[in-house]
C-alpha cells in the first residue's frame, strides 16, 4: 500500500503545482497586459494632443486674442496662473497632510484616529463642483481683510511685495483658488502618507525608542525615512490633481491674461484646464487647435514633473543602500 500511496501523493503535488503554474501565468499575463493598456492609453492620448494640436502653435496672431500675439504669449500666463495656484495649494496642504496622517498613525487613540481619518477621506467625495461654489461664494469674501492686511504689511517689503500687490476687492485671487485647490488635494495626500506611515517596522520604532529616542525623535530617524518615496508619490499625486483641477479654479478665479506674480491681484492668469473648459464652447476650429495644444503643455510638463519625483525618489533610495 506504501508505494501507491506514494505515486498517488506525487501526482496530487505536481497537479498542483501545474495549477499553481497556469494561475501563476495567468496572473503575470493580466498583469502585463493592464500595464500595457496604461501605456498605450497614454501614448493614444499623447498622440491625439499631438496631431490636433500641431497646427495650434503657428495660428495667426488673431486667433489668439487680443491679449497675445504667439502660441508662446498665450501659454505662458496659462502655466504662470497654473503653478502658482498648484504650488499655493502644495504649500497649505502638505505640511498639514503630513501632520494629520502622522497624528493619526502614531500619536492619536484609535478611538479618535479612526473617525479623523474617516472624515478626512469623505473630502475627496466631495464634487469639484461643490468646492468651486463654496469657494466663490462664501471663502472669496471671508478672505477679503486677509488679502487687504497682506497688501498692507507684506506689500511694500522689496522682492515679496510683488506678490501682494493690490488686492482683489472680492477675494477671487489665486490665493484663494489656492487655497481651494489645498482642500481638495489634502485627502489624497493623507490618505498615501498616513497608509505609508503605518507601515513602518514596529521593530525600528520600538528599537529607536529603546535606545532612549522621544517619540518626535524615533519618527525622524525611522518613519520619515522609511515612508520618503510614499511621501514625495503623495506630493506627486497631490499636484497632479491640482494642476489638472478646472471646475473649482474656473469658478473661484477671476479670469485675466495680464503676467503677473501678484497672487491677490483682481484679474490673474488662469490655468490651462480652467481655460480650456472656459473657452470651448465659443472656440472657433482654429482656436480649438489651440486649446489642444496647450492640453499637450499640459500633458508634458505634468509628465515632466512626475518623471523628475520619480528619478529623485530613485535616488534618494540608492543613497540610502549605500
Known sequence: MTAPTAEVEDASANWAKARAGVGDRIFAGGALAAGLTILAALAGVFIFLAIKGASGFTKPAEVYGPHAESFLGYVVPLLVGTFTASIIALIIAVPL????????????????????????????????????????????????????????????????????????PAGRSVLTAGIVLAIMILPIITAITREVFSRTPRLHEEAALALGATRWEMVRMTVFPYARSGMVSAVMLGLGRALGETMAVTMVLSVGFDLSWNIIATSSPTSIAANIALKYKERSADLLNVLVATGLVLFLMTFLVNFMARWIVGRSERRMAK
Open 97 to 168: 497632510a503630513f501632520g494629520i496622517a502622522l497624528v493619526i498613525s502614531h500619536y492619536a487613540p484609535r478611538w479618535i484616529a479612526a473617525p479623523v481619518a474617516y472624515v478626512i477621506d469623505l473630502l475627496a467625495a466631495v464634487p469639484s463642483v461643490v468646492y468651486g461654489l463654496w469657494g466663490a461664494f462664501f471663502l472669496a469674501k471671508k478672505l477679503v481683510p486677509m488679502h487687504v492686511w497682506l497688501h498692507e504689511n507684506l506689500g511694500p517689503i522689496p522682492i515679496i511685495g510683488a506678490l501682494f500687490g493690490e488686492p482683489n
